[in-house]
């Protein structure tokens, strides 16, 4: 069964606009408040307004032998179906309805072509890999939700548990093997490709209240796409004393980048490995797989 965003017309009370949808590239680490920003966007908007797309849509499915294995990294960009999201912002940027997968967390089995989206005025894209290329690009505006490392651990443990199925002690391994290194590898270096960097630990209301009244505005026709983009744009920064001349850019491809970093690395000729201190108690008991 096809599940329907709605009607496909853009409008707000009389107001009908066919310009193109604001792309809202929403990144952070696993935990940081990505789908709760996204989805308050959408309740605040009203879903003739706003649509979300979710990384966490486009896993791949896993095979028995991967789930019985339990050492899937998940936060590790190979698990995703990263063309398919980027076919479908770059469909819904041209005005152009996509069928988009749903992900079970506890099956860890894609169910493809799930829900119709529809384009609206507002499209939100969050996940992990969002400020990489070749996604970062294809953002509008572009904000990270910088969160405790404490904090960001603390909402992984209670999402996980309630909602797929996890015990304590699978988070924490999860979160010691790959969670961790994934963060400082593929997540925290794009944060300079952001538009604003959030302290959504202790400041949310007001970025938050600022960005919907943004976005109203631009619902509404004031300002336009064009006009928007270009006085966000007009004062970002460049390193150097003459950028003109040229600067080594931060900004990566995540399908080069997750090449250079494989999935997962095993020990070898470690005969007494140790554990994380923290974790020296849960002893070398395997844990079951949950995703990011």
Known sequence: MIIENVDPRYSVGMYTRTMRPLVVGIAGGSGSGKTYLSRLIVERLGEKNAAILSMDQYFKSQTE????????NFDHPSHLDF????????????????LVPLYDFQTMVQQPNAVRIHPRPILVVEGLFILNEPMVSLCDITCFLDVATDERLLGRILRDIKERGASIEDVIDRYLRFVRASYQIFVEPTKQNADVIVDFTYHR??????????????IVGEPTLEDFVHKLRTESF???????????SLTSDIFEVAKSYPEKAQLRDIQHPLSSPAAASLGKKRHRNHNS
């Open 205 to 218: 209301a007001f970025f938050t209240e600022s960005l919907i009244h943004l976005l109203r505005d631009y």
């Open 238 to 248: 460049h390193a150097g004393l003459h950028p003109e001349e040229g600067f080594m």
């Open 65 to 72: 032998v991967e789930i019985c294995a339990g050492t899937i």
């Open 83 to 98: 063309r398919k999201l980027i076919s479908d912002v770059k469909k819904l940027r041209n005005g152009k309805s996509v």
